[in-house]
């Protein structure tokens, strides 16, 4: 997957996201939807106390669209990013969370224990970058994780999404994150597809509780599924016949597991039409 | 800038600063605070809507936060704090 459009290939990110590129967060519904659709997980990876407002940082909050999601479950935020040109649209969306200016990988500048979770919506990627002669990614992340650590509360969870390059960012970001004194790890959301396909690393103070279960994963259960030695034989005899109904429940099967909205089977599926028609 | 968030917000990520807590506000105006803690803080919805007006509704829109340790100024422009520090700071 080297693909030389990813955006932190292209410029660091105080020069990647200028003014078109973040109008774009305010305009493409597209994008929007997108962003809102991840922080609404998120969140629910966050499993924050019900009908209690928190106090939540946003890392990386750009436009504040994660913001807005934040504002609608009644909590207040604190957003911080890179970019001004980001914070710029944000100020215009009128979002009510507070903006700061500043550099994750230099730490983030709060006390000790005052925030009830973290947030961070398609950010972290970009610390595996060294932007400068001076940047060391590994460092960088020592920094951001030790100084969120300690700005968390000790019941407190940070619940990042990202695009990793390959797996060894995935590994660098959480071994940093396990130096720091974090507890947790990788939640991955319809890991069957391409497109639907969501890493979301999840971090907590206070011990190891059960990492929360992915989305998309509800045939890869720890039970061995049992199949006849007759459906084996079926299996072994290759593909079914094209426009069967086996291939039908079949093709549906395998676009259950990439997330996509696939109708119930019944006993009308792959019915064969009268010929009236 | 909210008082609230200047309420959590240090300097510690510079370089040889270990608390870096107060910030100093310098140029912004901030209204009438309670120069004292009364005694029934917690009771009193006179003084308590005063407190959330101060915290919550009050924006630091133009000034400086200067670090209490190094003295490091941090300009807030348009109410957004810039704590990017220099490659040298960190």
């Not at chain 1, 934040?70 to 001004?84: A, K, R």
């Amino acid at each position: 997957m080297a693909s030389s459009k990813r955006p932190e290939h292209q410029a660091p990110p105080e020069i990647f996201y200028n003014e078109t590129e973040a109008q774009k967060y305010s305009q493409n519904s597209r994008m929007m939807d997108i962003q809102v659709q991840m922080s609404e997980r998120a969140v629910e990876l966050l499993a924050l106390p019900e009908d209690e407002p928190c106090l939540l940082l946003d890392i990386g909050c750009g436009s504040g669209l994660s913001g807005s999601v934040l504002e609608e479950q009644g909590h207040t935020w604190v957003g911080v990013d890179i970019s001004s040109a980001m914070l710029n649209v944000a100020q215009e969306r009128e979002v009510e969370g507070d903006l700061l200016l500043g550099d994750m990988g230099q730490g983030v500048p709060f006390r000790p224990g005052c925030f009830d979770g973290a947030i961070s919506i398609s950010a972290l990627q970009w610390l595996c970058n060294a932007d400068r002669q001076t940047h060391n990614p590994a460092k960088r992340l020592h920094k951001f994780f030790s100084s969120l650590y300690a700005s968390l509360s000790r019941t407190a969870r940070a619940v990042f999404q990202f695009y990793p390059e390959n797996s060894d960012q995935v590994e660098l970001i959480t071994s940093q994150a396990m130096k720091s004194g974090f507890y947790g790890g990788l939640v991955v959301d319809f890991p069957n597809s391409t497109k639907a396909k969501k890493f979301f690393l999840v971090l907590m103070t206070g011990g190891m509780v059960a990492l929360p279960k992915a989305l998309g994963t509800e045939a890869s259960d720890n039970s061995v599924n049992y199949t006849s030695k007759r459906e084996l034989g079926k299996k072994s005899r290759g593909k079914p016949v094209k426009n069967s109904r086996e291939w039908i429940l079949e093709k549906k099967e395998r676009r259950r597991r990439q997330g996509k909205n696939v109708r119930d089977d019944n006993k009308y599926t792959a019915r064969k039409r009268s010929g009236r028609f | 800038m909210k008082l609230l968030t200047h309420n959590f917000l240090t300097s510690r990520c510079l370089k040889g600063v270990n608390v870096g807590y107060p910030l100093k506000i310098v140029l912004g105006h901030v209204g009438e605070l309670p120069q004292a803690l009364i005694e029934d803080y917690e009771s009193n919805e006179d003084f308590l809507k005063k407190v959330h007006h101060v915290l919550l509704e009050v924006d630091v829109i133009n000034g400086e936060l200067v670090c209490p340790e190094s003295g490091r100024k941090f300009p807030i422009t348009s109410g957004i704090p810039n704590m990017l520090l220099n490659e040298d700071e960190v």
